[in-house]
């Protein structure tokens, strides 16, 4: 009859280490794979980001500058209402949304109609200039959600043709959210995760544990004493570590990093 049971756990040890081999293998494949694939939309997410500042930055100077212009435009067509022209000369022709007209001068009618047209203009660039300063200033990709719903709450009280104008800045901000969306997810591999835990649990039950039965006899101890249970703990501690640090190297990129 065998009491001795040194032959089971020194089995159990050696069989449990292969296995974990194999996962650990596994398991670093599925890292090196997050690792890329987190890499890839962070870039993709930052770069983005740098073109939608680029973008409402552009647009705000762009607004600013019609501002200026419609202003004084709106003065010359009351000027030439006054004055009972029915036609005037201009060079220059400019929208809210960033389009212009410049060339050699033509003749375009003087009308009540034309004078509340211009001014329409001049409410859409003076509602939505602040909104491309909010966006311009937003200093990285987690502070966009703020901004976009005012944004978006604007342009939807706009008319139909404003908005179907003002649409491609909202564009581009959705596809924004959506890729740094996946991003989120992506920082967040729970299938490499739940193998790292299998892996300790293996590590821990099938190969710490009875390696502390045969060794810590063998160093003056028994099961029973706390040199044991302080051997098997110290080894839990490591294992969480390692799990830490798998988890610093899952985080990915920081979106927070302000793109030059």
Not at 35 to 60: G, I, P, W
């Amino acid at each position: 009859m065998i009491t001795d049971p040194s032959w089971f756990y020194s089995s159990l040890a050696q069989a449990t280490a292969g296995l974990i081999g194999l996962l650990g293998g596994v398991l670093i494949l599925r890292l090196q794979q997050q690792s890329v694939a987190t890499r890839e939309s962070r870039d993709r997410v930052l770069t983005e980001f740098s073109q939608l500042r680029t973008s409402a930055t552009s647009m705000l100077q762009n607004a600013t500058g019609f501002i200026e212009w419609v202003k004084d435009d709106i003065r010359a067509i009351e000027d030439a209402l006054r004055s009972g022209a029915t036609m005037r000369e201009v060079s220059q022709e400019r929208d809210p949304f960033g389009s212009s007209q410049v060339g050699s001068p033509w003749r375009v009618p003087v009308s009540p109609a034309a004078l509340e047209g211009r001014k329409r203009d001049l409410r859409i660039a003076a509602t939505l200039a602040p909104h491309y300063a909010a966006l311009a200033a937003v200093p990285n990709a987690d502070g966009l959600d703020a901004p976009f719903a005012r944004y978006r709450t604007t342009i939807a009280s706009l008319d139909k043709e404003a908005q179907i104008r003002a649409r491609g800045l909202l564009d581009q901000i959705e596809q924004l959210l959506r890729h740094r969306a996946i991003h989120r997810v992506r920082q967040r591999p729970w299938s490499a995760v739940g193998l790292l835990l299998v892996i300790a649990y293996l590590a821990f039950s099938s190969v710490a544990a009875p390696l502390g039965y045969l060794l810590v006899p063998r160093l003056g101890a028994s099961a029973g004493d706390p040199f044991f249970y302080a051997f098997l703990i110290g080894l839990l501690l490591l294992f969480l570590y390692l799990a830490l640090c798998v988890g610093q190297l899952l985080a990915g990129g920081d979106l927070k990093r302000v793109p030059q």
